[in-house]
């Protein structure tokens, strides 16, 4: 089992960026597809991008597209997401999940991931 841990969550202003990043130990992730979900208050989780094995693939839900960019260092066992424009409705609890698949492309079911992260806020104020 792999253990990850977010972080960079905080507090912004709207259109502000953030960067957060998802480091693994315990086992490399670098075989895996990996995913950043978000929870808000009073939602269900929902996915938010996918990132595969060698980050030559990703994927962004429609409301994120063209403001967030994943990424990801398997040689430092981490993922990135960088969080640009970002506006009230990205306020969430950020979680990162690992696969044990290289990719799929039914990448936001929460049932493609075996290990997830405690999470990391992120708040947008207007």
């Known amino acids: 089992q792999v253990q990850l841990v977010e972080s960079g969550g905080g507090l912004v202003q709207v259109g502000d960026s953030l960067k957060l990043s998802c480091a693994a130990s315990g086992g490399t992730i670098g075989n895996w597809m990996m995913t950043w979900f978000r929870q808000a208050p009073g939602k269900n989780r929902e996915a938010v991008s996918a990132i595969s094995w060698d980050g030559g693939i990703t994927r962004y839900i429609d409301s994120v597209h063209g403001r967030f960019t994943i990424s990801r260092d398997n040689a430092k066992n981490t993922i990135y997401l960088q969080m640009n424009s970002l506006k009230p409705e990205d306020t969430a609890v950020y979680y990162c999940?690992?696969?044990?698949?290289?990719?799929?492309?039914?990448?936001?079911?929460?049932?493609?991931?075996?290990?997830w992260g405690p999470g990391t806020q992120v708040t947008v104020s207007s």
């Open positions: 999940a690992a696969s044990r698949t290289q990719y799929s492309g039914t990448w936001y079911y929460e049932r493609n991931y075996r290990d």
